[in-house]
């Protein structure tokens, strides 16, 4: 039982080039997550997918966009890279289908950090 | 603007002794309220969590307790150990109107406990 795995570790870009981060649960969750972590701000939230084959916006979804594949993968592309989207990238699920009642855990992946020049 | 606010970066504690993390939230609809803790290099692990109905739950070493009316929590570890050295998270959700999944963050205290 793996959890939550997130690829790849680590990642330059320039400007301008696109990528791919690939997250993926074994968990049977429904609800997937994206978070950015920056220097002195918390975890933020891009976007989310209540569950398989829905996604919605976070917080701060400009500049991304997302795919949820499958009910175990959850996607995030930036289309077009710019330096103020260097940030460690976070992948998280959770049990229940978004607003499905009652508290519920997220399990966080160990992370993605991004630099783009 | 912040709405959950971790004011103190850093903290250092001598080990044996008690740590006190605090947080301050400014959303009155916040009703559920969470600690992370992060290791360098990896994501954050659940530690422990409160309802608003509630003013302390406790598990183990950790407690939290919650003062509504100063939308302020925090976070008590007794004895602390090596090993609780980390960058510690608190969370809030609004959850009775719908948003438990909806994590607000705050900024992160790390903290180091030495011999």
């Known amino acids: 039982n793996a959890g939550v795995t997130q690829t790849p570790k680590f990642q330059v870009l320039k400007t301008g080039q696109s990528m791919t981060l690939q997250c993926a649960q074994d968990?049977?969750?429904?609800?997937m997550y994206w978070y950015r972590q920056d220097p002195g701000m918390g975890l933020r939230l891009i976007y989310y997918?209540?569950?398989?084959?829905t996604t919605d916006k976070g917080e701060v979804p400009n500049g991304y966009n997302v795919s949820r594949l499958n009910k175990r993968e959850f996607s995030l592309r930036l289309e077009s890279a710019a330096p103020s989207q260097t940030s460690v990238y976070f992948c998280?699920?959770?049990?229940?289908?978004w607003g499905a009642g009652g508290p519920d855990t997220q399990y966080f992946g160990p992370g993605t950090r991004l630099t783009v020049l | 603007d912040q709405q959950v606010k971790q004011n103190s970066p850093s903290l250092s504690v001598q080990e044996g002794r008690i740590s006190i993390l605090n947080c301050d939230y400014t959303?009155?609809?916040?009703?559920?309220f969470l600690w992370y803790k992060k290791y360098p290099a990896e994501g954050p692990t659940f530690l422990i969590s409160?309802?608003?109905?509630?003013d302390k739950n406790e598990d183990g070493r950790f407690t939290v307790f919650l003062n509504k009316s100063a939308k302020h929590l925090s976070l008590h570890i007794v004895p602390s150990q090596p090993g609780d050295s980390a960058v510690y998270f608190c969370a809030a959700s609004a959850g009775r109107s719908g948003g438990y999944n909806k994590l607000i963050f705050g900024a992160g205290t790390r903290l180091a406990v030495h011999p």
């Open positions: 997918s209540a569950s398989e084959g």
């Open positions: 998280a699920s959770s049990e229940r289908a």
């Open positions: 409160i309802s608003s109905i509630k």
């Open positions: 959303n009155s609809m916040f009703d559920y």
């Open positions: 968990m049977n969750h429904n609800s």
